[in-house]
């Protein structure tokens, strides 16, 4: 175990990084944490098209995001897929909290129920389409057949390597932890883990020397 900051973190990761992802000293004798800005994490979002080899095109949205901005992002798809000359299952999900649409706590036993060569598209903000893609994997399927669109805000998950709190969401840096009130510096490393991103505090020596204006994500 290797000491830095007064906390104690395994010598081979945390939380889905190493020490020299995070670049944390492992020398005892220097237990400053530095950040390598050359070490990049954050996921990108290429062009999503449709999977015509897909027995299921399985369409899945967070319902009443900044405008319904998800499903206009998934409506090309789902009109693709209709006009398909191959006899496609269309099932479009609509996740929220209002009794006309499936929550969170359904979506499991749905998508278990659905054919191994489905093809999974998901719209909303990015901590609901990584908490999706990770439902559908824990369902039995890879991240192969699961397609991330865009998200459709600049809203973060944030893990604070401190106290190990989820504060969301996020769209300034710095941000106070949720957990241990830390003004925490947004990194664009991401957890897989979390599916969070990792925020540092902003002045370890110094808590009360904040910037004057904080920035906003993007």
Known sequence: ?????????????????TQLEFGMQTNADKPELTLNPGVKSRPQYPPVSLNPAAQCQVFIARKNTTGDKAGALLKPLMDEAEKSEKSLNIIPLVVGEDGDVISMSQLPQTISSLPLASSFYLAGTEAFIWDVAKLICE???IMEQVHLLPPVNNERRLFCTHCYAITEPVTHSPAVCSGCGRHLLVRDHFSKIHRAYVGVQIDAEDPADLPEESEELC
Do not use: H, I, K
């Open 1 to 17: 175990m290797a000491l830095t900051e007064g906390l104690l973190f395994p010598a081979c990761a945390v939380n889905g990084f």
């Open 139 to 141: 369902a039995g399927f």
